[in-house]
């Protein structure tokens, strides 16, 4: 069983930038694909970034492209995700996912975390 922990989010302007981690626990994270989805009050859930297993392959959507980061750690069981130039439009509770696959193109999230709020102002 993998149990994923994210970080605190929070409170920040537009324009800013806020970076969100997520810890996992289980000695096979670095065979897993991971993933950051997210969810507006109102909304449904939508895809916003995913890493294959040693972080040769990455995907954003195209509404964070150019300004998110996805990237992870191995040896410290973490997956990051670096925000930049934040917009209104990105608040929202940020969860963080993986699943059993090496790549990203396979398998189906299985693993989720609890969500953290990230509130972005005008």
């Known amino acids: 069983q993998v149990q994923l922990l994210e970080s605190v989010g929070g409170l920040v302007q537009a324009g800013g930038s806020l970076r969100l981690s997520c810890a996992a626990s289980?000695?096979?994270?670095?065979?897993?694909?991971m993933g950051w989805f997210r969810q507006a009050s109102g909304k449904e859930r939508e895809f916003v970034a995913d890493?294959?297993?040693?972080?040769?392959?990455?995907n954003y959507a195209d509404s964070v492209k150019g300004r998110f980061t996805i990237s992870r750690d191995n040896a410290k069981n973490t997956v990051y995700l670096q925000m930049n130039s934040l917009k209104p439009e990105d608040t929202a509770v940020y969860y963080c996912?993986?699943?059993?696959?090496?790549?990203?193109?396979?398998?189906?999230?299985?693993?989720w975390g609890q969500g953290t709020q990230v509130t972005v102002s005008s």
């Open positions: 996912a993986g699943k059993t696959t090496v790549t990203t193109y396979t398998g189906t999230y299985s693993y």
């Open positions: 890493i294959n297993w040693n972080g040769g392959n990455t």
């Open positions: 289980g000695r096979t994270f670095s065979r897993y694909a």
